[in-house]
Each structure stands twice: as C-alpha cells, then as structure tokens.
C-alpha cells in the first residue's frame, strides 16, 4: 500500500469555534482532524507531520520557501508517494504556487483545507482531505505539478484561484475550469496542464509590491515602491493591460531604475495584450518594456515574481519566465 505524508498547516481545517470569542480559532491538531477522516487507511498507509497551525492570512513568502523545503525533503524519501499540505484558504493559492514553482518531484504534492471549520455544519475538511489522499496516492497525478484539491475538484496550482469568500467549491480555475475530480475515491484527469521548470532557490531577496489600478490613479504608489528599495512592482492594469496616463511616467522611472515591471489585468478572465495605442495603453506600456504576465492574478504574479528575483536579476531571464512563447 502507497505511503502518504499529511503536512498541517493550520488553515480553517484545523478551527473550531472558540465560545468566549464566538469566532473560529486554531484548536484541532492534526491527529484529531484524522480522526474524522474514516476508512482512509484502505486507500493509504499515513504518516502525519505538524509544520504549523498559522491561519493563511499570517502567511509569508519566507514561511511558504519554508514550507516548500520542509515538503522537499520528505517527497524526495523514497517510501513516500505523495504528500498532502492543508493550509488557510485566503493564501493558499499563493502558496500553492511557491510550492508549484520551487519543488522538484514527479510526485503529487496536493494542497488542501476547508471553508467551514469543525464547529460549522457541513465541516468540509475530512471530506477534502480523503479526496486529496487519494489523489497524492494516485500514479495519475505524478507529473502535473502542485494541485489544489477542494470540494471533489482538482485544479492545477499555476490556474486556480479563490473566487468566493464562503462556498465549498471556492477554488476555481477561469477560463479553463478543473483539471479533474475526484469521484467514488477515484482521481479522474480530463485535461493536461504544462508544468513550469522548478526554480531552486535558498531564500526570498527583495520585495515585490502589488498595486490595483482604479480610475485616475497617479504614480504616487510608484514612486513609493520606488522609494522603498524595492525589486519589482506587479500591476493589475485595466482591461487588456491599460492604465490611467497619470501612472505611466511612474513606470518609467520605475524601468529606467532598473525594477521588473510586470502587467497583468484586474479583470477575473483573459489575458494582457498590446492592443492599445493611446497614452497609457498597453502598445506604450509594451515598448516602455514592461513585462506581460498573460492571465496570471496579481497575487499569484507577485509570487513568480518574487521567485524570479530571488533566482537572479537578469531582465531577460525574468521576462522569459513570465512571456516564454506567448508573445513575439
């Protein structure tokens, strides 16, 4: 029988609510989480490690490098199949794709948790736990990279995002949809996904910020990251990749002193282009030299970013990882 490794993370899986405060906190360790997770040992033998009990609001990108070595070691154990990580679900897209980007295994790493706690009715959390053994335990999950597991869907960690703040199926992907289900204990792929080369690093250099464009914004923001030392600032443009005029001498400086700049959309579906020409649109942004990120999220483009700049500060390099072949 395969051996899966169950990694807790903290996260809404492991609260109840507290009665004093009337309000979820961490309280369940993960033998107890187990606990309710019955049968499972017909499908796999588990071995079970506690990294933290963080809600995912307390998460960094230094803990979530932490996490990804602490995973690292035990995936690359030879008796182990498949390890599964819970985590907070309000950063777990985010780590997700740290762990995406920076393990190297052919083994399934699924990430998982709950949208309910332990004290709610309809408790997700045994039942998208089973759902994501039984997936680390699968030879048909080896090499699809890090997948997010919620609700009986699988999604791939560099597609998925959060999309509501309360239902059990709050991970989706757009524009695509899951990768696959998990129905009667069965892991079921429809669709492939290509998995980007792992990027090794030992720690996080340099701060990346996150801006949301909003109508008439100026380069005051900018000028602050600037200011502030910091590596690369991710924007969530308009539309197809656009901004308000006021932001594009901010850009400017931000290039010509040497930090990535990278657009993606605040839109929830489709991709930045160059499409348009006036002041401020993409055509200007592209030959300012800013980078494209495709469809990314902007949380999620700020964590590539992040492990990009921690690799090197080569531009060219760093526009690759993000472009590659989808623009010429």
């Known amino acids: 029988m395969k051996k899966v490794a169950i990694v807790f993370n903290g996260g809404t899986i492991s609260m109840k609510v507290d009665p004093r405060i009337k309000a979820a906190v961490p309280g369940l360790t993960g033998e107890e989480i187990m606990s309710m997770v019955t049968g499972i040992e017909s499908f796999a033998q588990i071995e079970s490690y506690t990294f933290s009990s963080l809600p995912?609001?307390?998460m960094t990108p230094d803990i979530m490098l932490n996490l990804s070595e602490y995973v690292q070691k035990i995936i690359d154990r030879e008796d182990i199949s498949g390890v599964v990580v819970t985590h907070g679900t309000d950063s777990l897209e985010e780590t997700a794709y740290l762990l995406d980007l920076t393990i190297d295994s052919e083994k399934p790493v699924v990430v998982t948790g709950?949208?309910?706690s332990s004290s709610e009715l309809g408790y997700d959390g045994p039942s998208n736990l089973a759902a994501s053994i039984c997936t680390a335990a699968s030879?048909?999950?080896?090499?699809?990279?890090?997948?997010?597991?919620?609700?009986?869907?699988?999604?791939?960690?560099?597609?998925?995002?959060?999309?509501?703040?309360?239902?059990?199926?709050?991970?989706?992907?757009?524009?695509?949809?899951?990768?696959g289900i998990v129905d009667n204990?069965?892991?079921?792929?429809?669709?492939?996904?290509?998995?980007?080369?792992?990027?090794?690093?030992?720690?996080?250099?340099?701060?990346?910020t996150l801006l949301k464009c909003f109508a008439g914004m100026d380069s005051r923001l900018i000028d602050f990251s600037i200011a502030n030392g910091d590596k690369g600032?991710?924007?969530?443009?308009?539309?197809?990749?656009?901004?308000?005029?006021?932001?594009?001498?901010?850009?400017?400086?931000?290039?010509?002193?040497?930090?990535?700049?990278?657009?993606?959309?605040?839109?929830?579906?489709?991709?930045?282009?160059?499409?348009y020409g006036y002041h401020g649109g993409g055509k200007e942004l592209r030959d300012l030299g800013v980078i494209?990120?495709?469809?990314?999220?902007?949380?999620?483009?700020?964590?590539?970013?992040?492990?990009?700049?921690?690799?090197?500060?080569?531009?060219?390099?760093?526009?690759?990882?993000?472009?590659?072949?989808?623009?010429?």
């Open 114 to 116: 709950a949208m309910r």
């Open 185 to 208: 204990n069965r892991v079921i792929f429809y669709r492939e996904v290509n998995k980007e080369d792992s990027i090794k690093i030992d720690k996080i250099s340099g701060e990346v």
């Open 292 to 328: 494209f990120g495709d469809n990314m999220p902007g949380q999620k483009a700020r964590i590539k970013l992040i492990i990009a700049l921690s690799y090197t500060n080569d531009l060219k390099y760093i526009k690759n990882v993000f472009e590659r072949d989808l623009y010429k």
């Open 233 to 275: 600032i991710v924007i969530e443009a308009m539309g197809r990749g656009n901004v308000p005029p006021a932001m594009v001498d901010g850009i400017k400086r931000a290039i010509d002193k040497g930090l990535a700049v990278v657009i993606v959309s605040r839109c929830f579906e489709g991709r930045v282009f160059e499409s």
């Open 139 to 179: 030879e048909e999950a080896k090499n699809r990279g890090v997948l997010v597991c919620f609700n009986g869907e699988l999604n791939s960690a560099s597609e998925v995002t959060k999309v509501n703040t309360m239902a059990l199926n709050a991970f989706r992907t757009p524009n695509f949809g899951p990768i």
């Open 56 to 58: 995912g609001p307390h």
